[in-house]
């Protein structure tokens, strides 16, 4: 796996070799092995039961297909952004969408907050996450108060007692918190940025409690109650204070990434409709034939591989060091938007079966709405481009 952390695309914007093969490998593994499963699912399983996950992981794990976003000297296998945005849109490509990947399907990667853990904590918290022993940690970082501008809205409040930090306040939106064995989470401990710090907190601390919050996708993120809860001071991350800087140094390459699962979900409805548009017919003649439903799965085709070479170019001069957070917000705006846009397209050209649980267009309908809000609203990097257009 070590020479996949070399970076590169080719001169003529083709994936080199071995990221080829990767994707191959991916791609096989999917058809064989969670096409089959996720067939027996519910519509909107967000995820696979352990006694499913443990034989595939297994599966995975033979193929080299483990922890591939944790650098090598954590015990990842240190895959480059690009490799990481390959193997992400390709394990989108089907009905669990980007849960399949993010959920640890190919190994749990710890959150990047713990590179900068103690020994102790990386032990007790980061390894059984890189091990599969553990279930995917949360990160709670937006509030009541607001997401987009987190300096200024988070307001939980940590205040130092002895051994402990006591936590009062509240966290939103808080994606996969229930099932989580620990999360980050990210309180104030002082005034302004530089007054956050970021916490592990275990599931049964005492005061806290979690509750389910519907939204339109398929999953339920959560509330996060804090009344008096006591978190060990073992358990701050780094320094008090340094909570943001942390937050903010996972971002960039996170905005990238967030790109892949669109983009890789996008590409399978863009077949479906494809496919469909061949079989229907409508007033005599194939539903392919008629000009209207060709330029809608044109412009998709063309939306498409705008999005994908963005984001490969974003990764690409990630991977080069280069200053990539222009790059970035530019690939996860344009990539969770034309996704978006692809999607109710396809539904279109499907007619009412677009909508029916049947097939999982509507699914991803609802999943990629909330794409456009997460990791930085579309105007929230519309703010980071703007300011770069205009400095
Ligand atoms: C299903 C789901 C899962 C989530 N999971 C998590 C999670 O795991 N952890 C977590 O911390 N958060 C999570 N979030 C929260 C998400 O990150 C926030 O919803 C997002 O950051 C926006 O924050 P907000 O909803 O408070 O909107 P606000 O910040 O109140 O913004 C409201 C609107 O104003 C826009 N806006 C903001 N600033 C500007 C500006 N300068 N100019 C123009 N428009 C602007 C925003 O884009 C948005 O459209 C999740 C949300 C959902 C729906």
């Known amino acids: 796996m070590s020479t996949l952390t070399e970076p590169a695309l080719t001169g003529a914007w083709e994936l080199p070799d071995e990221l080829v093969a990767l994707r191959d490998t991916v791609r096989r593994f999917m058809q064989a092995e969670v096409h089959p499963l996720e067939a027996t699912l519910p519509h909107d399983a967000a995820g696979l039961p352990r006694d499913l996950l443990l034989p595939l992981q297994a599966k995975a794990r ?7 976003q944790t ?18 849109e390709e394990a989108s490509r089907c009905r669990m969408g980007a849960f399949f990947p993010a959920l640890g399907a190919f190994g749990g990667n710890p959150p990047v907050v713990l590179y900068g853990a103690s020994k102790e904590q ?7 996450v890189l091990d599969g022993t553990t279930t995917k940690p949360y990160t709670a970082i937006s509030e009541p108060t607001g997401g987009s501008d987190p300096a200024r809205a988070i307001q939980l409040k940590a205040v130092r007692d002895g051994d402990h930090f006591v936590l009062n306040g509240a ?3 808080t994606s996969h918190a229930a099932d989580a064995d620990f999360g980050i989470v990210y309180a104030r401990t002082g005034e302004g940025r530089d007054g956050i710090s970021a916490f592990i907190v275990e599931k049964d601390t005492p005061g806290l409690t979690i509750n389910r919050i519907d939204v339109m996708a398929s999953f339920s993120p959560y509330e996060l109650h804090f009344d008096e809860a006591r978190v060990p001071v073992a358990n701050l991350i780094g320094e008090e204070g340094q909570g943001f800087g942390q937050a903010s140094s996972t971002l960039v390459t996170g905005r990238i990434l967030y790109a892949a699962g669109p983009i890789g979900i ?32 044109v412009d998709s085709e063309v939306e498409l591989r705008a999005a994908r070479l963005l984001m490969y170019q974003a990764a690409w001069n990630a991977d080069l060091g280069k200053d990539v957070r222009v790059d ?14 692809v999607v109710d397209r396809c539904i279109q050209i499907h007619g009412a079966l677009g909508l029916a ?3 999982p ?7 990629l709405r909330v794409k456009r809000l997460g990791e930085g609203a579309t105007e929230v990097q519309r703010v980071v481009i703007a300011r770069d257009l205009l400095k």
Do not use: H
């Open 361 to 367: 267009l509507e699914r991803w309908f609802r999943d």
């Open 62 to 68: 033979n193929l080299g297909l483990w922890a591939l």
């Open 171 to 173: 966290k939103m939106w």
């Open 122 to 128: 990386w032990a007790r918290f980061g390894q059984p």
């Open 266 to 297: 996008a590409q399978r409805a863009l077949e479906m409709a494809c496919s469909w548009a061949k079989d229907r017919e409508v007033f005599g003649g194939r539903l392919a034939d008629k000009q209207g439903i060709q330029w809608m799965l």
């Open 357 to 359: 649980d049947e097939l």
């Open 71 to 88: 650098p090598e000297e954590y015990g990842g296998a240190g895959l480059s952004v690009l490799g990481q945005a390959v193997v992400l």
């Open 328 to 341: 970035a917000s530019v690939a996860k705006m344009y990539g969770t938007e034309a996704a978006f846009r």
